[in-house]
């Protein structure tokens, strides 16, 4: 399982380009079935343009279990609690 540490990935973590960039490496992963580890670190703060373009549009096009087969999650407490509180709001409100 490779690890995709996400200040190496995207120059930040507030814009839609940049989601755009994490979004292609996600369903690369996805594609050539290599789950991988992606760690954020605790002074990266993910907006929500971010997280549309990148995890919403993973689990738009591909589903929540196979975000869950595909990516794993390293950070700090705070950072798992947005990502996991964002995963549950796409799901209740997109019905994925």
């Known amino acids: 399982m490779n690890i995709l540490i996400l200040k190496d990935v995207v120059i930040n973590s507030s814009s839609n380009e940049e989601g755009t960039v994490l979004f ?5 992963a996805y594609l050539s079935n290599n789950p991988l580890i992606l760690q954020v670190g605790s002074d990266m703060s993910m907006s929500s343009s971010f997280l549309n373009t990148s995890i919403g549009l993973f689990l738009e096009k591909y589903g929540l279990d196979n975000f869950k087969k595909t990516v794993k999650f390293k950070g700090s407490k705070n950072q798992f609690l947005r990502l996991s509180d964002y995963i549950d709001k796409f799901n ?3 019905l994925i």
Do not use: G, I
Not at 24 to 28: D, F, G, V
């Open 92 to 94: 209740e409100l997109y």
């Open 24 to 28: 292609e490496k996600l369903e690369e």
